[in-house]
C-alpha cells in the first residue's frame, strides 16, 4: 500500500463529524481523548431513561429512539458486536472516515447522535411526566445543549496505521485495502470511501488535527450539500 501508507501513517487524511460544542476538548485532550457519554452523563441520562420507559405514556417517536437510547446506555467494553438493532458501531467510541463528505454529514450543532436521541426523549419525557425529566441525572444535558454549537469537522493527518480499526471491531487491513484501490479514482474518491469508517484505539493528539466549519445547503436539484468553512475557534464560545 505505498500510495497509502508511508513509515506506518497514512498519507491521505481522515475526517471527525462533530459539534464546535466539543472544540476545547479535543483540543486540549486529541481526537479521541475523552468519550464525552461519559463526561456529560450521556450515558448514565439514557440509563435512567431505559429504566423510566416501561411507567411512561407509550409514545410512536418514545419507543423508536429508545431502540437506540438502549445501545447509548451499554458500556461499550462489553458491546462486543454491534449487529443488535444494524448498528456497525458501538456508542463511546470515536469513528473517523476518509469521506469528507460522510464527516459533513455527521456534523451538526450537537454533533453527537447519542446526544441527539436523548435530548429527544428527555423533551418528550418533559412533556409528559416534568417531575421525572428534572432529576439531577439529566442536568448536564440540558446543559449542553442549551450551548451555542455549530457543525464542525475535525481533519486528521499523518493517523498511525496502528491507531485504527474497522468499525466493526475488525481488523482495518480490508478497508484500508479497498482505500488504496478507490485512489485510483481520483475524481470518485469521496463516493467511493464513503462507509469506509475506522474505530480509533487511540487519540490523535491535538498537533496533527486542523478543524474546519460546515455549511450545509441544498443544491438546485435538492439534493444535500456541504461547504466547508474558515474555522474561528472564538465564535464557539461565543
Not at 421525572?132 to 444535558?141: D, G, K, M, N
Amino acid at each position: 500500500m505505498s500510495n497509502l501508507i508511508r513509515n506506518g501513517r497514512l498519507t491521505i487524511p481522515l475526517f471527525h463529524g462533530t459539534s464546535t460544542l466539543f472544540y476545547d476538548s479535543i483540543l486540549t485532550n486529541g481526537l479521541g481523548g475523552r468519550d464525552a457519554l461519559s463526561d456529560f452523563g450521556i450515558r448514565n441520562a439514557a440509563r435512567l431513561l431505559v429504566e423510566l420507559w416501561p411507567i411512561v405514556e407509550t409514545d410512536p417517536l418514545w419507543d423508536s429512539e429508545m431502540h437506540y437510547c438502549r445501545k447509548i446506555a451499554k458500556d461499550p467494553r462489553e458491546d462486543i458486536l454491534l449487529h443488535d438493532y444494524g448498528f456497525n458501531f458501538r456508542y463511546g467510541g470515536t469513528y473517523v472516515s476518509p469521506s469528507r463528505e460522510d464527516a459533513a454529514r455527521y456534523s451538526s450543532q450537537l454533533g453527537s447522535e447519542a446526544l441527539t436521541c436523548i435530548l429527544c426523549l428527555l423533551r418528550l419525557l418533559e412533556s409528559k411526566r416534568p417531575d421525572l425529566a428534572s432529576r439531577q441525572t439529566f442536568t448536564p444535558i440540558r446543559d449542553l445543549a442549551s450551548q451555542s454549537g455549530a457543525p464542525m469537522i475535525v481533519e486528521a493527518l499523518d493517523v498511525n496505521v496502528s491507531f485504527l480499526r474497522a468499525e466493526q471491531g475488525s481488523s482495518a487491513n480490508d478497508i484500508l485495502q479497498r482505500i488504496e484501490d478507490a485512489l485510483k479514482c481520483p475524481e470518485f474518491f469521496d463516493g467511493l470511501v464513503s462507509q469506509h469508517n475506522f474505530e480509533l484505539l487511540k487519540p490523535i493528539p491535538p498537533e496533527q488535527l486542523r478543524f474546519h466549519g460546515v455549511m450545509k445547503y441544498k443544491d438546485s436539484e435538492n439534493f444535500d450539500r456541504f461547504k466547508l468553512l474558515p474555522f474561528l475557534p472564538d465564535a464557539t464560545r461565543s
